[in-house]
């Protein structure tokens, strides 16, 4: 082994793990937006059962609770459908990590050349081969051939 073989291997290996602790920083942050909802949702919760405990009458306020149910499922519903699906995505599917060289088909059946710069919950920003910014929703990814070239499965 020369020099600069050695040095082009020593890149590469620095730059699997930079976009590797890349991938786990966006990782912790959606788990972080995780912990914070399941937080609201405990706390809903509890009051709930601290309302059974003190003998709230639910039925002289259901209409409240049911109006407001049906508010926040009225707003929410897409969000929350779209949160479900970049779940599955991101911890179950898991097509990608940062700088991973991704083509999906887009509205046309064309093929777009992506780079990975940053996963969230809800989108994925990549960089087009022409070198543009762009945002795709993680609920169409998820419905769209994803091949990874960056791996070896396709």
Not at 37 to 65: E, H, K, P, R, Y
Not at 71 to 93: I, M, P, Q, Y
Not at 127 to 141: F, H, V
Request: contains cysteine.
């Amino acid at each position: 082994i020369d020099h600069k073989r050695f040095e082009k291997a020593l890149y590469k290996a620095t730059d699997s793990r930079t976009a590797l602790k890349r991938t786990l920083h966006d990782y912790m942050r959606i788990m972080g937006k995780l912990e914070v909802g399941l937080g609201v949702l405990s706390c809903i919760v509890m009051g709930l059962v601290c309302g059974i405990i003190l003998d709230v009458n639910f039925v002289q306020a259901g209409t409240t609770w049911l109006t407001l149910a049906l508010a926040f499922s009225f707003c929410f519903g897409d969000t929350v459908k779209r949160l479900f699906e970049g779940l599955v995505l991101v911890f179950v599917w898991n097509p990608y990590g940062i700088s991973d060289r991704v083509f999906i088909n887009d509205d046309n059946k064309v093929e777009m050349n992506l780079v990975v710069t940053k996963i969230n919950l809800l989108n994925t920003e990549f960089i087009r081969s022409d070198g543009q910014l762009c945002i795709i929703s993680n609920s169409i990814i998820q419905q769209r051939d994803v091949r990874n070239a960056s791996r070896a499965e396709f």
